[in-house]
T-cell receptor, first 114, second 111 residues
Framework: AQSVAQPEDQVNVAEGNPLTVKCTYS??????LFWYVQYPNRGLQFLLKYITGDNLVKGSYGFEAEFNKSQTSFHLKKPSALVSDSALYFCAVREGSGTYKYIFGTGTRLKVLA | DGGITQSPKYLFRKEGQNVTLSCEQNLNHDAMYWYRQDPGQGLRLIYY???????QKGDIAEGYSVSREKKESFPLTVTSAQKNPTAFYLCASRLSGDTQYFGPGTRLTVL
C-alpha cells in the first residue's frame, strides 16, 4: 500500500539558517510527490512537485526538494529560513496511475525563531 | 486559494442535523476532492469526483454524501450518521495534471 511518512511533528530553526523538513514514501511504480504549506485556518498552498526529471526540484518562496529514489525520500529544503516560513507543511504522494487519489503525511510544524 | 471558494467559513451543527458544505471552483477543473483534517492526522480523503455525474468514495466516506451535477460545484453533506464530524473540511480541484489546488476550508463544530 502507498504511504507517506513525515517523521518529525515539529522542526525548529533559527532565522537565516537552512531548514529541512523530512518526507519518506512508499509507492508501487513511479512516485508523484508534492509539498504543500498551510497557514492557520487556511487551505493548503502548493509549493512544488516531482514527477520526473531532475532530482532537485525548485518551487515557490525559495523552497526546493530533493528526490532520492534509493532512500525513498523527498525532503523539503530552504537555504535561509524566514520567520514568515513558520507554518504546517505536508508531503503528499499520488497513488498509482489511473486513480488520481493522493495520500498525505501527517504534517510537520515548522517554527522559525527570530 | 484563488479560484476555489468554500462556504461557510464556520458552521455549527446540532446533534442529529444534516449540514451541507459548499465548494465552487471557476478554474474549469475536471476533478474535485473533499478532505477532512484533524489535528495530528493530516488530510483524509472523503470523496472525489473526476467528472460530472460521477464520484467515488474515499477512505472515510461513511456518514457523508456528495453530488456532482455541475462541473464547478461539489457540495458535501455531513449526515447525522457521522458521529464525530467536528473537523476542518477542505475542498480541492485538479485539471488534467497532477497538482491539486485547495479552497480556504470550512470549520465544522458540533454543538
Amino acid at each position: 500500500a502507498q504511504s507517506v511518512a513525515q517523521p518529525e511533528d515539529q522542526v525548529n530553526v533559527a532565522e537565516g539558517n537552512p531548514l529541512t523538513v523530512k518526507c519518506t514514501y512508499s509507492v508501487s511504480g513511479n512516485p508523484y510527490l508534492f509539498w504543500y504549506v498551510q497557514y492557520p485556518n487556511r487551505g493548503l498552498q502548493f509549493l512544488l512537485k516531482y514527477i520526473t526529471g531532475d532530482n532537485l526540484v525548485k518551487g515557490s518562496y525559495g523552497f526546493e526538494a530533493e528526490f532520492n529514489k534509493s532512500q525513498t525520500s523527498f525532503h523539503l529544503k530552504k537555504p535561509s529560513a524566514l520567520v514568515s516560513d513558520s507554518a504546517l507543511y505536508f508531503c503528499a504522494v499520488r497513488e498509482g496511475s489511473g486513480t488520481y487519489k493522493y495520500i498525505f503525511g501527517t504534517g510537520t510544524r515548522l517554527k522559525v525563531l527570530a | 486559494d484563488g479560484g476555489i471558494t468554500q462556504s461557510p467559513k464556520y458552521l455549527f451543527r446540532k446533534e442529529g442535523q444534516n449540514v451541507t458544505l459548499s465548494c465552487e471552483q471557476n478554474l474549469n477543473h475536471d476533478a474535485m476532492y473533499w478532505y477532512r483534517q484533524d489535528p495530528g492526522q493530516g488530510l483524509r480523503l472523503i470523496y472525489y469526483s473526476q467528472i460530472v455525474n460521477d464520484f467515488q468514495k474515499g477512505d472515510i466516506a461513511e456518514g457523508y454524501s456528495v453530488s456532482r451535477e455541475k462541473k464547478e460545484s461539489f457540495p458535501l453533506t455531513v449526515t447525522s450518521a457521522q458521529k464525530n464530524p467536528t473537523a476542518f473540511y477542505l475542498c480541492a480541484s485538479r485539471l488534467s495534471g497532477d497538482t491539486q489546488y485547495f479552497g480556504p476550508g470550512t470549520r465544522l463544530t458540533v454543538l
